[in-house]
């Protein structure tokens, strides 16, 4: 070599005769975010000035220098303890100086080399460097890691494609284990701390040991981003499929001429889902309902029913209710004014407005108003809501024998329906309606079920708030809805229905309450019901006592709603004949006038005074010598003794 030898040049190469190790006094490289295994060759691009120097100073003595990775790539001017003590010494292959400054440099790492000190200087790093020992006899042990190492480096390069497939057979012609575990370790994409532990491990038995499991948990997640991409890529491919159909579909439809109505009423269904609140199973099965319609055609039956099955779900109040809701005092001037007595079942409704008022959420009660007919069973139910400030619902469960008319239909049939309850409630528009079940006791059941048993689960207050329809097929909230019931009797309500319900009876009325309620009820109603005004038509306290104990026999008051109405069709005729200014005053002595003859015996005990015996009032005793008139040949006294009543009495000559 030309050029005269300095002192760090003759100090170069000496063996150290202690440790039998050959120790350099050599050049380093400190490098960036890579690691040169021996028997590599690499290209370099240096920028550095004391890295520079470095490989001048190399290039101009033996051409060896060390390659050493810094622990921090960040760090521009590294320190010693900013860099591994480990490296390759290499051979600086070629060296050119680029217009930017920079320098491009090909280096060839040879052997294993570990730093054991540096010697201070400033133009560039140069250290005390000994060569690592990597002598290993091959084995049975280490030629089965050999060849694991090539397996598992097959696989490798199979699911990474950055690397070409052409290097597996250079790879697998290596006998030598230490340079097999270096070409491996230099074309895996490990982390710079794994790749400075394989560069660091002296033994190549270890070293193929350590690569193996690196190679393993690489493959293992190679695998799973192999996966991932497999899935998106067939998600793409179905995405693009269905674009393509889509576009085919619309450019078909649009050559047919069809409109697209369809796909807008597909657009409003999907809109109300998006807007309407329902419970999260309702939303979730709504919108896997509305993506099976959007793969049906328009006009086939399946996709009718579908239709219709998103329009009964949109339809329903899953959590609209009604919030007006009036004063205790309020509630009770308003029962006040439909009806007349009924205090027990006043008191009830008046409590459980109490207690709905200090209570947030509270199950409604299950009522059932047991009485004879015409006591004002359902008009009080009627009164009940509009006291309540809700919505009142009414179905008839008189001859109900499917119990499809409670649970609805599965929509496997052909015409389901969800049940009466479910259809209800949709009209109602709320789901704290005020819901009455009338004729309960008048069901009945058959082949096709018991409906009673299904009401089990709607008047169960611990079960209702999960009621299942056939035909929704969901869990539907009754709890906030008020059941009131009614009936005739309570023998003929199954036993364990009538135990989910609180029993109120209604008796019916006596004399007193009867004129009352005709008084304030019945007699405005009738007058506005057939045009008669207050001026048109007055009756007497004393005639309608007269049509309750002759004409009347019941324990409602719909026959004397009839008998009333009876009386006013006849004045009615009288005012239009005479003019809408006539008025017709009604007393009990007319009574036969307008109703004919008397239909039933008021008592025995209006035949003969007697002391000790309370008689019916004069009015009625004072209709004696008539009805003996309207009986012609045969006497009274005769009908009294055989107790038979004038029911069917001969005409007046």
Not at 597 to 604: N, W
Request: overall charge neutral.
């Amino acid at each position: 070599m030309k050029g005269k030898p300095n002192r760090h040049n003759m100090a170069m190469y000496q063996k150290n005769p202690k440790s039998g190790m050959n120790r350099n006094v050599i050049p380093l490289l400190p490098l960036r975010d890579i690691i040169v295994y021996p028997h590599m060759v690499v290209p370099l691009f240096v920028g550095r000035e004391r890295s520079i120097n470095s490989l001048e100073m190399a290039l101009k003595q033996e051409k060896e220098i060390l390659l050493v990775a810094q622990k921090n790539a960040k760090v521009d001017e590294p320190a010693e303890e900013d860099m591994y003590t480990v490296g390759t010494i290499s051979g600086v292959v070629q060296l050119i100086r680029l217009p930017d400054g920079t320098v491009k440099v090909l280096v060839e790492g040879r052997k294993r080399g570990r730093v054991k000190r540096f010697i201070p200087n400033e133009d560039y790093f140069l250290v005390e460097a000994e060569e690592m020992d990597e002598g290993l006899e091959v084995t049975s042990e280490v030629d089965g890691l050999m060849r694991s190492v090539n397996s598992a480096f097959e696989s490798y390069v199979k699911l990474n494609k950055k690397i070409p497939p052409e290097i597996l057979m250079p790879v697998a012609a290596i006998e030598d284990p230490a340079r097999l575990a270096d070409t491996v370790a230099a074309h895996l994409q490990l982390k710079l701390e794994d790749k400075q532990s394989v560069l660091e491990i002296d033994d190549p038995g270890e070293r193929l040991e350590r690569i193996f499991a690196l190679m393993q948990s690489e493959i293992e997640v190679l695998q799973v981003e192999q996966k991932i991409r497999g899935r998106v890529k067939k998600q793409m491919e179905k995405n693009q499929k269905d674009y393509y159909l889509n576009e085919q579909m619309k450019a078909i439809q649009k050559e047919l001429g069809e409109k697209d109505e369809f796909r807008d009423e597909l657009k409003e269904i999907e809109e109300r889902i998006a807007g309407k609140k329902m419970s999260e199973e309702a939303t979730e099965k709504a919108q896997k309902e509305l993506k099976k319609l959007k793969m049906m055609a328009p006009m086939s039956a399946e996709g009718t029913v579908v239709r219709n099955y998103l329009e009964c779900l949109l339809s329903l109040p899953w959590y609209e209710k009604t919030t007006e809701k009036p004063g205790i005092d309020e509630a009770e001037k308003v029962l006040n004014e439909d009806h007349y007595g009924l205090e027990r079942v006043k008191e009830r409704v008046i409590e459980y407005l109490s207690v709905h008022s200090l209570v947030e959420k509270m199950k409604g009660p299950i009522l059932c108003l047991v009485g004879p007919p015409g006591v004002g069973k359902t008009s009080l139910a009627k009164s009940i809501a509009r006291s309540m400030g809700r919505r009142f619902v009414r179905i008839s469960l008189g001859g109900v024998r499917d119990e499809a008319e409670i649970r609805g239909h599965r929509r496997t049939y052909i015409g389901a329906l969800p049940g009466k309850i479910i259809q209800s409630l949709k009209k109602a528009k709320s789901n704290n309606p005020v819901f009455l079940l009338d004729e309960i006791d008048k069901m009945s059941h058959d082949l096709r079920g018991d409906p009673a048993s299904a009401l089990l689960e709607v008047l169960d207050p611990e079960q209702n708030c999960t009621f299942n329809d056939h035909y929704l097929d969901l869990d539907y909230d009754l709890s906030e809805v008020m059941f009131i019931t009614t009936a005739n009797t309570v023998h003929s309500i199954p036993y364990p229905l009538l135990d989910r319900m609180e029993i109120i009876r209604i008796p019916g009325y006596t004399e007193i309450e009867k004129i009352k309620i005709a008084q304030d009820f019945l007699v405005p109603k009738e007058m506005e019901s057939h045009g008669l005004k207050k001026e048109n038509l007055a009756v007497s306290e004393g005639s309608l006592r007269t049509i309750i104990q002759l004409y009347t026999r019941e324990a409602g008051v719909r026959t004397l709603e009839r008998e009333i109405a009876a009386i006013c069709r006849k004045v009615a005729k009288e005012v239009v004949k005479k003019g809408r200014g006539h008025s017709v005053r009604v007393v009990s002595s007319a009574i036969p006038r307008y109703l004919g003859v008397p239909k039933f015996r008021f008592s025995s005990a209006a035949e003969k005074d007697r002391i000790g015996v309370t008689g019916p009032s004069r009015e009625a005793t004072s209709l004696r010598p008539r009805l003996v008139l309207c009986l012609g040949r045969e006497s009274l006294s005769s009908r009294v003794s055989s107790g038979m009543s004038c029911r069917n009495p001969p005409r007046l000559p």
